[in-house]
């Protein structure tokens, strides 16, 4: 794993384990370079994303028992590719972001700056 440290510099803290999130299924937004969606920018989904995501072709609201996936819903936190995240952005359906929770290598996508004007206030793991 890369190391794990946030977009401010400081030890990234969990995303969510409930439901569990993070390219290692740990809770948090760690990525390696095995990682090629670069899961590292925590959000607070919302049903307008959720509805964006699928219409990409990537349905993250539907339940996959197989895959131990529940399906989320607006409300979770979820690690979200950097890339997909920045598409939502460009198409004005980006999702709210944790700041301590996003992975120092969003910023290889994403300008701190932008990260910023997205930042939600309450940063408390749920």
């Known amino acids: 794993?890369?190391?794990s440290i946030n977009v401010?510099?400081?030890k990234l803290?969990?995303?969510s384990t409930s439901?569990?999130?993070?390219f290692f299924r740990n809770g948090c937004c760690d990525t390696s370079d095995e990682d090629f969606g670069s899961h590292t920018v925590c959000v607070s989904l919302t049903n307008e994303f959720l509805s964006f995501s699928r219409s990409k072709g990537n349905d993250l609201s539907t339940p996959?028992?197989?895959w131990?996936?529940?399906?989320?819903?607006?409300?979770?936190?979820?690690?979200l590719c950097a890339s997909r995240w920045l598409e939502a952005y460009r198409e004005g359906m980006a999702p709210k972001i944790y700041l301590e929770f996003t992975h120092k290598r969003a910023l290889e996508i994403i300008p701190l700056e932008l990260l910023e004007r997205f930042a939600l206030d309450?940063?408390?793991v749920i």
Do not use: I, R, S
């Open 1 to 3: 794993m890369d190391d």
């Open 8 to 10: 401010l510099g400081k």
């Open 13 to 15: 803290k969990p995303c």
């Open 19 to 22: 439901p569990v999130t993070g």
């Open 64 to 66: 996959h028992p197989q």
């Open 68 to 79: 131990n996936f529940p399906g989320l819903k607006g409300g979770d936190k979820w690690c």
């Open 122 to 124: 309450d940063e408390q």
